[in-house]
């Protein structure tokens, strides 16, 4: 989770004002060290934010080769733009809840939590809205903007610590369905590859054996088409892009995927088509077994449907 998503905890409403420390291993240029905190502006956007002093250290305007050191405090006002209307709010569907977590099952399109310049309209903020008890909702995974169903939140921060030790330890099964481009020869594919970013790059990852997180991924083949595939996959590491990787890896991408494919998303869908069906974990307080699951969008069934009739 982002260190914005801890130091800002309410988020039922929008961010305006950014608080970064510097830790020993941050030190170095002021630009640089803004750079690696706000990865949404660009290197020229960070420089500009400095300039203009919407971004300060310990308090002052100081230049962008100014040297940070741990122990400093940078503050970044958030300016936005006040017109035109607020994006709505996300519907929020529960499959499961208790006491101690929820399972949300979420739409593709919702951003989950602030980032970037998605400020507003987002899942966790009409959560955090919703909120009753002392203690505010809080992810325990997360789903990229373009992917749909089951979406676990905990209701204490011990559900969360809980949940994210046994995502670390393979204590959480995760299925999921996915369109890819080109009709598979195989009925299952076992992929145990290494992800990691790919060069300089902030968003695109890719199979990296050298320094690579460990990343295991197994495919199945649900129903092929003319130029199509519906598959099944199951992971139980959480990698970055890690479906996407290891699809394109394949040379089956994801239908749609902008980043790893040809980008042409299909009728009903803005990007790639990605559906977390299940997920299946013990509670991390009574201990039981427990398997969620979201149906399949209507927008996926059309889509198979669509690709059934033309093959």
């Known amino acids: ?82 017109a035109g209307e607020p994006p709505p709010e996300p519907a929020i569907r529960v499959l499961y809840e208790d006491e101690h977590l929820m399972a949300l099952d979420k739409e593709a ?28 909702p809080k992810l325990a995974h997360r789903l990229d903007q373009h992917t749909s169903g089951v979406l676990l939140v905990a209701k204490r921060d011990e559900v969360r610590r809980a949940f994210s030790r046994m995502l670390e330890h393979g204590g959480v099964a995760k299925a999921y369905d996915a369109l890819l481009l080109g009709r598979v020869e195989w009925n299952e594919r076992t992929v145990d590859a290494p992800i990691g970013p790919v060069g300089d790059s902030r968003i695109l990852m ?29 992971i139980a590491t959480g990698r970055t892009h890690q479906i996407r990787v290891h699809a394109a890896w394949l040379g089956h991408p994801l239908a749609g995927d902008h980043l790893y494919g040809d980008g042409l998303p299909l009728e009903g869908f803005e990007s790639f088509v990605l559906h977390a069906r299940t997920v299946s974990f013990r509670h991390p307080v009574s201990g039981d077994a427990l398997t969620v699951e979201a149906p399949l969008p209507d927008a996926f069934l059309h889509a198979v449907g669509k690709m059934r009739a033309t093959s």
């Open 109 to 136: 399109g919702v951003v989950v939590h602030p980032v970037g310049s998605y400020q507003e309209g987002t899942l966790l903020q009409a959560l955090h809205r919703r909120a009753e008890g002392p203690e505010l």
């Open 1 to 82: 989770m982002s260190r914005l998503y801890k130091r800002n905890r309410d988020l039922s409403q929008p961010l305006d004002r950014i608080e970064l420390r510097v830790d020993k291993p941050d030190e170095g240029r002021f630009d640089r060290f803004l750079a690696s905190r706000i990865r949404w502006r660009s290197r020229a956007g960070v420089q500009e934010l400095i300039e203009s002093g919407q971004a300060s250290l310990n308090g002052e305007t100081r230049k962008p080769a100014t040297r940070v050191r741990a122990g400093d405090v940078v503050v970044v006002e958030v300016r936005r733009e006040t």
């Open 206 to 234: 890719g199979v990296d054996a050298a320094r690579g997180k460990p990343a295991h991924s197994v495919f199945a083949c649900v129903e092929r088409f003319a130029f199509a595939t519906h598959a099944s996959v199951r």
